[in-house]
């Protein structure tokens, strides 16, 4: 089959990998429909994380093609959401509610399993993993939306659900990638009255707003700061959502949380301190990292079928696999939020 392989830093090509093969009586095999490109994969590009050569991607939706003998919840020719790790759903991580730190999980594109970058995916453990989907003849954009709940909805959702987002909170989202955009969705999702979005590119700005900010700002560091603080009337914000995952980002978040408020983070930290004073003197919290994306997609599935929520909008710049390489670099060069994949359509 063909597949993206990942042959270092800035070394991303269209390659042949073996076609996936049962190993197990609970795997599952998938022929994906769409895959992206997300924000992580970009570190692993730019040489900034460290990943295994070979298979990359964690991210797809498509269609059943193969099931072990004893998979039940799904069957060949259902349509399905995989979250980006795969889970036993049994372990003692799995029953209190983490599957993406499930103790024989791993990620797809890793732990010897093909990733979402190309044409078909063995899925271990494919009735706790896998999430079907109701339904036929999805439109393309609902296709994109059910895709982004595979991570970076869930994601986003994870940050605003860190943070406590409740009704009438005055929240703010640090970084306007798809994560970002994604936790703005969320923010208002659970019932945020103002939701500030810090971003300067005027087509993320509007991005942002149609999906439920009520405030953009351009500024960054210490003028980010003063304009929430005045904002706000020098209390801080009642959730800080931390989508990036640098240190300034994360320095920036704290700095505009309130007193007694927690910071929602789920950016992959890079060069981030965490501001032990700001957390002991103003009791302001942390709480997010790896979503647990596997709890979260029924909690979101409804809403997307419905047409409440439209995360697949993230998705600007559509290719193929044979253009890879420009999935990459339009993200990398922030021509593009998210990249999407039409692999198997």
């Known amino acids: ?4 392989i990942y042959g270092g830093p800035r070394d991303i090509t269209l390659g042949e990998r073996p076609d996936p093969k049962l190993q197990n009586p609970s795997d599952a095999i998938v022929r994906v429909l769409l895959g992206c490109v997300c924000g ?15 298979p990359i991607g964690h991210e797809f939706i498509g269609i059943v093609d193969e099931v072990g003998a004893d998979v039940r919840s799904v069957s060949k020719g259902d349509l399905v959401i995989a979250p980006f790790t795969f889970c036993d759903g049994t372990c003692a991580n799995c029953l209190a509610g983490w599957p993406s730190n499930c103790l024989n999980g791993g990620s797809f594109g890793n732990h010897g399993v093909d990733g979402g970058q190309g044409e078909a995916v063995r899925v271990p ?7 079907g989907v109701p339904g036929d003849g999805h439109s393309d954009e609902m296709l994109a939306s059910l895709l982004a709940l595979s991570d970076v909805m869930c994601t986003g959702h994870h940050a605003a659900v860190s943070g406590g987002v409740k009704q009438g909170h005055t929240v703010a989202v640090v970084g306007d990638g798809a994560v970002g955009l ?5 923010a208002k999702r659970l019932g945020a009255e103002r939701i500030i979005s810090l ?16 405030d953009v700002i351009p500024e960054r560091g210490d003028d980010a700061t003063e304009r929430i603080m005045e904002m706000t009337q020098g209390i ?7 989508c ?6 994360m320095e920036t978040a704290f700095s505009i949380a309130r007193v007694g408020s927690v910071v929602g983070a789920v950016g992959a930290p890079h060069d981030v301190v965490v501001p032990i004073n700001t957390v002991i003197f103003r009791n302001v919290g942390l709480r997010g990292g790896v979503a647990p994306v596997r709890r979260y997609i029924p909690e979101l599935l409804g809403d997307v079928l419905e047409g409440r929520i439209n995360p697949g909008r993230v998705f600007d710049y559509v290719t193929d696999l044979d253009h890879i390489a420009d999935a990459y670099q339009a993200m990398d060069e922030r021509r593009a939020v998210k990249t999407l994949l039409r692999v198997g359509m």
């Open 236 to 242: 801080g914000v009642d959730a800080a959502l931390e």
């Open 1 to 4: 089959m063909r597949a993206v």
């Open 125 to 131: 453990f494919a009735d706790a993993t896998l999430v």
């Open 182 to 186: 994604c936790a703005v969705i969320a």
């Open 199 to 214: 971003s300067r590119n005027p087509a993320r700005q509007a991005l942002a707003k149609e999906f439920g900010a009520t």
């Open 244 to 249: 990036v995952g640098t240190g300034p980002s």
């Open 40 to 54: 992580s994969d970009l570190w692993y590009y730019r040489g900034e994380s460290p990943h295994a050569l070979g």
